[in-house]
């Protein structure tokens, strides 16, 4: 593929423009306590509810590791396909903030649990393209201030004090809003089929800033090749966007700001910058220089973190397939590459898609699932976790049409039927006679009322073959929509001596 | 009822005491009343912060009926005074500064819940240079301690050394068995030596760190200061253990450090470290140095000369590493959670600013200060990462040194105890007290000092012995050779219970 495909660049009133993209993630790790207390991370708590002293920052108080968190960090790790560093440390990253009780985060700088590692992302357009990983690292939430409160007062909640981030750095590997986003989506698939985090952007748990920058054509492709970030712009990073769709908005803006301001024969200062969602635009939060010194260093309070790698070794055993290799195996079973990403994009998903494709067709069921139930559950306001007709109740409703005791069409009603009322597909098949009629009598005796009722149309007919239509929909009718169609046409050109078509 | 008057009471030994009251010559009710007076009447040394005797008397009772019911800990009834950066639930805990206020805290340190568990009694939390940041006990919110000796012939006001001076004074003037101290720089050993007691720092994660406020974490450690070594023993058995709290305690068995006291130290290698000689110390201290080695070599040990060459980096290394520390570890205290808070602050800065400022003392925001600077962009390679380089060079000069000998022998302090004033106004010089006890706090070693003799003008000294790692067994048993051998039968005189 080329780098400077057209659909990458940016046009500006001087020529065209690259843009490039990194990112930081932060993802709250899904762990029934916090990263060094055993304070409960529960969202939605009373404030200041879920606080031990440690995370409230009291005199002689100590961090204690908490092991499962350390488990999903690896276990993040593994699914980014990168290596995992047997030894870490965790640092002190000191910085004066009311929400931030022990005056420092405790966070990993030069010593990360997590190296270098990559996520593959699907385009629309059919292309995938690797996005490297730098690094991830575990480190302390803050609390949260609370300036609405009170009128000349603010609060703090402190039950976010202490929770586990993974924060996930990428290489500056993403050229379109839409690469970021897809990017942003599929990692937060990963630690969801792996169980690290919950991937819920509204309630904070996963929260992005966004790294962005412009060139020049063919600045990328040099950077790919020399690893010089000269060949880059210089960055600008936009903090805590929390919404697929506000990154890529808030990608377009700055790219296109940064090359106004260089057109217009400015320079871009590498700052921190705030994405406002409701006007669309990102603004200065700080300069480089007005950046805080953190006066990282190893904290005191916490050995060097160091894993057997026979305890890494077996977290990798129990690694989920990841969205990947289960698309693989869809494809392989005969999946279009299309189809079978939107059914890995979510767990569940993938999972119920599995269920209902029990011992059918995969096509047959991959487009059950996607013209039909995910149209109800679009329609509904559900998701796939809330679908009211189990998979197994959809995978009988699919075999009934492949042995033809129902048609495509009954299928249909019989899916809104228990979608609203319940029941098992085959008792109501049954209960409400919706089974296809095969038996040739009962269509030719349908037959047979149609001609009596219609002899003009008989006549008709006769000159205009195209009004066989007509009668299979009048056949349709007369058994209540049950013939089997392919029968009908068979038993009236029989009946009426149509000739075959073209 | 024995025939005993309260000062033959308050004046046992930590191990007399318990053996008195095993056997049911006293009570805890008793000998814990007798310290509570004596506590009242010394006052003018300033040696508590918060006295406890109501809750002393109280859980002396308690002790009363677990040793009728015949259920008796290692301390049991045993009175002993807590140096005030040991959180004590339900107790004022202050680290004898102003920003920690009226701090009561709602847990108690694993240090102290141990010797709790063994069944002693507290009398009360001891004064200490402000977060244990001092070699004087001058830095005191709560103000200075007086050392209960004086000078011949001089009714001068002495240092009771830091930062422990407030149980370093307490156990001096009888009014605790014994006290638990912490040791970041020799904040043990010095009062111990300048108040003619035993001051124990046992190996870094002996003893639990949970629940101790914190001054440099990688160096902090929690020992005992004592009459004699074999109460330092009975002490330490108490107060070690491993801590799940506490990630840095080390999980390995306590030993019954009383009977490892047993069996002499005939064959004991002692080295003597030649870079401990250093210019312009006293003469008594180099005299009192060679005393001590005679008196192990008279004991059967073999006296060895070893070499610890990066000794002379030993101070500065350690007033980067420790105020390092200390700038995050005193971050906490920032007037929005807990403790003093500014009036009158307009925004959150302004609050930080007048809190911190209002709040801590100078020596205080003398070491925040220059911490913050060796951690700072552009400085932290050269400061913090070279002094972590040259820690390392000082750990391994012990390993090497314990090639040749099991345990080390060096002066506690570089001279007797100093006059109240005496060194306030220069820093360095008051940082100097600690060049002999600074290495061992780097190198993560045991070290106790014992009290050896008397200065020309009639003040105490102390010896320091270095162990190896978690070899207090042996550390101690080289003390007690020192102790029986000096023979130290010193008090100082009363002047202040009038």
């Known amino acids: ?156 909640d402190l039950n976010r004090s ?68 000269k060949s880059l712009g210089t960055r600008c990073e936009i903090k805590n966007v929390n919404s697929m769709r506000f990154i890529a908005q808030a990608v377009e803006y700055e790219a296109r700001r940064q090359i106004e301001v260089i057109e217009a024969g400015g320079t871009i200062a590498q700052e921190t910058r705030r994405y406002d969602s409701k006007v669309g635009e990102t603004r200065s939060m700080r300069s480089k220089e007005e950046a805080h010194d953190y006066r990282y260093f190893p904290d005191p309070d916490l050995l060097p973190l160091e894993l057997e790698a026979d305890w890494v070794e077996a977290i ?15 494809m392989a079973q005969g999946l279009s590459a299309y189809d079978a990403s939107v059914l890995v994009a979510e767990r569940e998903l993938a999972d119920f898609y599995e269920e209902l494709a029990k011992g059918v067709d995969a096509k047959a069921a991959a487009n059950w699932l996607n013209n039909e139930i995910l149209g109800r559950l679009n329609r509904d306001g559900l998701s796939i976790a809330q679908v009211p007709v189990s998979a197994a109740a959809n995978n009988a ?32 098949v049954e209960a409400r006679g919706m089974k296809q009629v095969t038996d040739t009598g009962a269509i030719d005796a349908a037959i047979e009322a149609v001609i009596a009722a219609n002899p003009a149309k ?35 050109k029989a009946r009426l001596n149509l000739p075959d078509e073209g | 009822m024995p025939d005993m008057n309260s000062t033959s009471l308050i004046g046992m030994t930590l191990a007399e005491a318990r053996d008195a009251i095993r056997a049911k010559k006293i009570s805890s009710k008793e000998l814990t009343g007798a310290f509570v007076a004596a506590i009242e009447k010394a006052r003018p040394l300033n040696a508590f912060i918060t006295e406890a005797g109501e809750k002393a008397l109280a859980m002396a009772d308690a002790s009363d009926k677990r040793i009728a019911a015949g259920t008796m800990g290692a301390l049991e009834g045993l009175p002993l005074a807590i140096k005030d950066l040991f959180c004590t639930k339900g107790t004022r805990t202050t680290a004898a500064s102003k920003i920690l206020g009226n701090f009561v805290p709602p847990y108690e340190s694993t240090v102290t819940q141990n010797l709790w568990n063994a069944g002693a009694v507290m009398l009360g939390k001891t004064n200490l240079d402000e977060f244990a940041m001092g070699s004087s006990n001058e830095t005191s919110h ?79 450690q929690a020992g005992p200061m004592t009459k004699t070594v074999k109460d330092a023993a009975i002490m330490l058995a108490s107060m070690a253990s491993v801590d799940a709290k506490d990630s840095t305690s080390v999980d390995l068995p306590v030993p019954d450090y009383e009977k490892l006291l047993e069996g002499g130290i005939k064959g004991l290698r002692v080295g003597i470290p030649m870079e401990y000689r250093i210019d312009g110390a006293p003469a008594e201290i180099d005299a009192l140095w060679s005393k001590g080695a005679d008196w192990l070599k008279a004991q059967g040990a073999e006296i060895v000369e070893v070499s610890l060459p990066h000794t002379k980096y030993a101070l500065p290394t350690y007033y980067i590493v420790a ?64 002094a972590q380089k040259l820690r390392s060079l000082i750990k391994r000069d012990f390993e090497q040194a314990f090639e040749k000998c099991d345990v080390l022998l060096t002066p506690t302090t570089p001279g007797p105890a100093f006059g109240v004033g005496a060194k306030t106004s220069d820093p360095l010089e008051m940082y100097l007290q600690d060049v002999f006890t600074v290495t061992v706090n780097l190198a993560g070693l045991p070290g106790i000092s014992v009290p050896a003799g008397l200065s020309e003008n009639g003040l105490p000294l102390g010896l320091q012995l270095i162990g190896k790692a978690f070899d207090e067994g042996t550390l101690l048993r080289a003390a007690q050779a020192v102790e029986t051998a000096a023979n130290f039968k010193h008090s100082p005189a009363k002047w202040w219970s009038v």
């Open chain 1, 1 to 156: 593929m080329s780098t400077a495909a057209k659909n990458k660049l940016l046009k500006g009133e001087t020529g065209d423009w690259e843009i490039v993209i990194g990112m930081e993630v932060h993802a709250q790790v899904l762990s029934n306590s916090k990263l060094f207390s055993g304070a409960s991370t529960e969202f939605g708590a009373e404030p200041n509810s879920q606080v031990s002293f440690i995370d409230a920052g009291f005199p002689g108080m100590l961090p204690v590791i908490n092991e499962k968190c350390v488990e999903q960090a690896v276990r993040t790790g593994l699914g980014l396909k990168a290596k995992i560093n047997l030894r870490s440390i965790f640092d002190r990253k000191n910085y004066f903030f009311p929400d931030l009780p022990q005056g420092y985060q405790i966070s990993q700088y030069k010593d990360p649990i997590v190296g270098e590692g990559e996520v593959t992302i699907d385009l629309k357009d059919g292309e995938s393209i690797k996005v490297g990983i730098e690094r991830l690292h575990l480190e302390q939430d803050a609390g949260k201030s609370l300036h609405d409160q009170h009128p000349d007062s603010s609060f703090v």
């Open chain 1, 162 to 229: 202490g929770i586990a981030l993974m924060e996930i750095v990428t290489k500056p590997h993403m050229r379109t809003s839409e690469e970021a986003a897809a990017f942003l989506k599929k990692l937060r698939a990963i630690v969801r089929y792996l169980g690290t985090c919950d991937g819920n952007m509204d309630e904070g748990s996963m929260r992005a800033d966004v790294n962005v920058s412009v060139c020049r054509v063919g600045g990328y492709e040099e950077f790919r090749k020399t690893g010089s970030f």
């Open chain 1, 316 to 330: 990798k055993k129990t690694l989920p397939e990841l969205p990947d290799e289960k698309k693989a195996r869809f």
């Open chain 1, 397 to 428: 409703i699919i075999r009934m049409i492949a042995d033809n005791t129902i048609s495509g069409k009954i299928a249909k009603d019989l899916l809104d039927i228990v979608w609203t009322e319940g029941g098992d597909p085959r008792q109501v």
């Open chain 1, 458 to 492: 008989v006549e008709e007919l006769k000159a205009k073959p195209k009004l066989a239509a007509w009668f299979v929909g009048q056949v349709m009718k007369q058994t209540g929509g049950k013939a089997n169609p392919a029968a009908v046409n068979a038993a009236l």
């Open chain 2, 142 to 220: 709560f103000g200075p301690v007086f050392n209960p000796w004086r000078a011949n012939n001089s009714n001068a006001n002495l240092v009771p050394g830091g930062s422990s001076g407030g149980s370093s004074a307490a156990v001096a003037a009888d009014l605790c068995l014994a006290a638990t101290g912490t040791d970041t720089g020799g904040s043990i050993r010095q009062p111990a030596a300048v108040t003619g007691r035993v001051g124990l720092k046992p190996t870094y994660g002996r003893c639990s760190r949970f629940g101790i406020v914190a001054f440099a974490s990688s160096l902090d």
């Open chain 2, 323 to 386: 105020p390092a520390e200390a700038s995050a570890n005193l971050a906490r205290y920032d007037g929005v959670k807990f403790g003093y808070r500014a009036q009158g602050a307009r925004d959150i800065i302004e609050l930080y600013e007048k809190s911190r400022g209002e709040g801590f003392g100078a020596e205080v925001q003398r070491r925040i200060l220059i911490g913050t600077y060796v951690l700072s962009a552009g400085y932290y390679d050269a400061y913090y990462s070279r």
